[in-house]
Structure formats: C-alpha cells, structure tokens
C-alpha cells in the first residue's frame, strides 16, 4: 500500500506491468513506463483519477526501456497528454522504428515465456522519442544509471528529491503479475539480450546506491518500508550466493 504523503503513485487496475505517476514538488508530473498497449483503459482511468486528464498535464513520459509491456502505450500518451517520450539512446532508434529489434523468442525458455517472447518479436512497441538520454544527471531531479542488457538502453531511473528508484525489469519486486508479495529479483534470462551484463549492471549500482527510500519495479509491489535496507540484504545475498558458486566449482 502507498503511503498517502509519497509523491509516488502506483495506477490501479493495470495488471501486467507497473506504470508510476511521480509528482514532485513544483507540481510536475512524469510517467514512467506506460504499460502493455491491452490496458490502455485502465490507464487512461487510473490517470484520470490522478489529475491527469488532457493535454499538458504530464511533463514527460520516461521509459526504462523499450520491450512492449513498458512503452506499449508511449505513442498514444504522446498523443493524448502532447507529452514528450524520452528513453535512453541505445533504445531510441529501435523504439523508434529505425532499426528493427533482434528476436528474443531463441528457444532458451519454457514454452509459456517463449510465446510472450513471440508476440514481442511480432509487434513490437514504435513511437517516436522526442529526447534521448544518456547516464548520468538529467534534468528536473534524475538520473540515469545503466542497466544494459535487458534490452540495448535499459536503465535505471532514480529521482534524487524524492530518492526514488525507478528499476524497470532490471530489479523486480514480485513475480509478475502478482503484487500481494515481495520479492526481489534480478533481470529474467529469456526476456533480457544480455542478462549477464544486466545483473553486472544491478549488481554495481547496489554496490554503492544513493539515498533510496522508495524502489518502484516494472513488476511487484512498491518497496517503500525500509528500501535501503532490503536493497542492501538483497546485494549481500547475491554477493554470497556468487561467492558460494565460485567456490564450488
């Protein structure tokens, strides 16, 4: 459950990925992620009851990365909200439809994952992207941390006023689409291009994070309680369980 004083919202009723409304306070308003293009009602009704009603009322749509269920629907809230779509720039030629994206449907999953990898090869998400970003310090509060690997221009978003962490699917909070529990988790293999490079990625950034009150993933429930904390417990497990496979091999 959100705490009523986070800037942070959560929209209701869009299931199968998490899509953030982040207010801060000069009263802009971003989005982050903008869900699976079947939820489009949803999320035009969850923003309706958050003020975000016409043209104008959001300042930016920031994408953590291009994969449909994240940046299905960044065409039509570019359209509908005249919002810029920003994403990183090793996404951005993809997303906007200049190099076709190479196939995640390979054969190294179960057959369920594989055929969600099918329909992403098949219909991949096309908008155009108004500002491409690179890591490091954007503006209005961001900062942009590589999480290469999930796709070419993953990465992690994290807002420095409100010390909040946008992580995409480069660190998960749940098993998608369920939210009553916690539980954090790497990149997943079959969906990533490159997870080893991802988990690196994750890997370093936890190694030395800033401030984090609030972690908001592309899947699971919002980590608000002791964040730091369990970022942290999450890093030295995975630190652990490294050390423990390299010292039995």
């Not at 096309?126 to 690179?134: L, M």
């Not at 946008?166 to 490159?194: C, H, K």
């Not at 890997?203 to 970022?231: E, M, Y």
């Amino acid at each position: 459950m959100l705490n009523s004083s986070s800037p942070v919202t959560l929209l209701k009723n869009v299931i199968v990925s998490n899509v953030w409304l982040l207010t801060d306070s000069e009263g802009r308003r971003f989005l982050i992620d903008s869900g699976v293009r079947t939820e489009r009602l949803s999320i035009k009704v969850g923003l309706w009851f958050c003020g975000v009603r016409k043209k104008g009322d959001l300042t930016a749509l920031i994408l953590t990365h291009r994969h449909s269920d994240h940046a299905g629907n960044a065409a039509w809230i570019r359209e509908k909200y005249d919002c810029p779509v920003v994403c990183h720039e090793n996404d951005a030629e993809i997303l906007s439809g200049q190099q076709k994206p190479p196939k995640l449907k390979r054969g190294v999953g179960p057959f369920y994952h594989e055929y969600i990898c099918g329909l992403e090869d098949k219909k991949p998400s096309v908008c155009a992207v108004d500002e491409s970003i690179t890591t490091g310090e954007w503006k209005y509060g961001f900062h942009i941390y590589p999480a290469y690997g999930h796709t070419e221009g993953s990465v992690l978003i994290y807002h420095e006023p409100t010390q909040t962490l946008f992580t995409g699917d480069a660190l998960l909070a749940g098993i998608p689409p369920l939210r009553q529990f916690e539980w954090l988790g790497l990149a997943v293999p079959v969906y990533s291009l490159n997870v080893k490079q991802c988990h690196q990625y994750m890997l370093d950034f936890l190694a030395d994070p800033p401030p984090v009150s609030t972690v908001c993933s592309g899947h699971g429930p919002i980590t608000q309680k002791n964040a730091a904390k369990k970022i942290n417990n999450f890093y030295q497990r995975q630190i652990f369980k490294g050390k423990t496979e390299l010292y039995s091999v």
